[in-house]
């Protein structure tokens, strides 16, 4: 069965449920990760898990690096997963075209939240000496999200290119205007 | 796909380097930067679309090289060099793609990319 809402020149739509459900699930289980990691630091709970580097976890999670922001810097990252879910779930099987704005704020949540969580894990050994089980699954889950986000944004970039090299207003596809997304394939 | 999931390991292995050769800290920091980078640019290539994230694995590789080079003192290096050398050569294994994402991220800075190309076909 053919899919509806393919883009030009694709073998499949990046938009899909499929394509966005699993992303969804994996940001909804950092995010959780996150918030169990992030109430510890404030002490809602006296004692994180941490099966293979010992008191690794309580150093990160105690350490100078994450307090530098206000708020605990595992509760910052809850809150890019919850971005992650919310742009992850809103619009239909058309929004890389119906609603580019979206996608790429989904791409843009999705993109700097990895890269954070690279640095977060280089900075562990760098100037902590201690690794954290927990931190390196949210990294690596933030990681995996990248590749298969960065398709739909793709999907979406190129729509906005040709609705520019048509000479309408990218600015009105870029917001979902319903003709253009109409007249332009 | 294979490739990736091959340097990733390797990423890991990397990181795992200083503990099994007992590495001063000097040299240990960049076996920490490097493995995570490597593991990072591999996982994202993991995905065909990104395949090309694949040769940001190079420089980082050969700066593990050169590194360990620089910083070796009376270290032994060559598990270091000789990881380095399997993520460079898998890293620039090229492998066809089977899709073509309407001509990838440089479509986006073509005249006439294959999106375009086939959406004015429709019309």
């Known amino acids: ?185 | 796909m294979r490739l990736q999931i091959v340097n990733i390991l390797t990423g890991l292995f990397i990181m795992l380097i200083p503990y099994l050769w007992d590495y001063h800290k000097e040299l240990s920091v960049h076996n920490y930067i490097t493995g995570p980078l490597i593991i990072t640019f591999a996982i994202t290539a993991l995905w065909e679309i990104n395949r090309n994230a694949r040769w940001l694995n190079i420089p980082v590789a050969a700066w593990l090289i050169i590194s360990s080079v620089l910083f070796r003192d009376d270290q032994v290096i060559y598990p270091n060099i000789i990881a380095a050398i399997v993520v460079i050569i898998l890293s620039a294994i090229k492998r066809k793609s089977k899709s073509i994402y309407g001509g990838g991220w440089r479509s986006l800075f073509q005249k006439n990319p294959p999106h375009m190309q086939q959406a004015n076909n429709k019309v």
């Open chain 1, 1 to 185: 069965m053919s899919q509806p809402y393919i883009p030009p020149a694709w073998n499949y739509n990046p938009s899909t449920w499929g394509q966005r459900l699993p992303l969804v699930i994996i940001a909804l289980v950092g995010m959780f990760i996150a918030l169990y990691l992030g109430a510890y630091q404030v002490r809602w709970i006296d004692d994180v898990w941490e099966p293979f580097f010992g008191d690794g976890s309580k150093r990160i999670l105690n350490s100078s690096i994450s307090k530098i922001l206000p708020i605990p810097d595992a509760f910052l990252g809850a809150f890019g997963y919850f971005a992650d879910v919310v742009t992850g779930v809103i619009g239909r099987t058309s929004r890389w075209k119906t609603m580019p704005w979206m996608v790429i704020v989904f791409g843009v949540a999705v993109g700097p939240l990895g890269m954070v969580s690279i640095l977060l894990v280089i900075s562990q050994p760098v100037f902590l000496d201690a690794w954290c089980s927990l931190c390196l699954l949210t990294a690596i889950i933030s990681v995996v999200m990248i590749s298969p986000a960065m398709d739909e944004m793709l999907a979406s970039l190129q729509y906005l290119q040709r609705v520019k090299r048509s000479g309408l207003s990218v600015w009105k596809a870029f917001w979902g205007n319903k003709e253009i997304a109409n007249q332009i394939n």
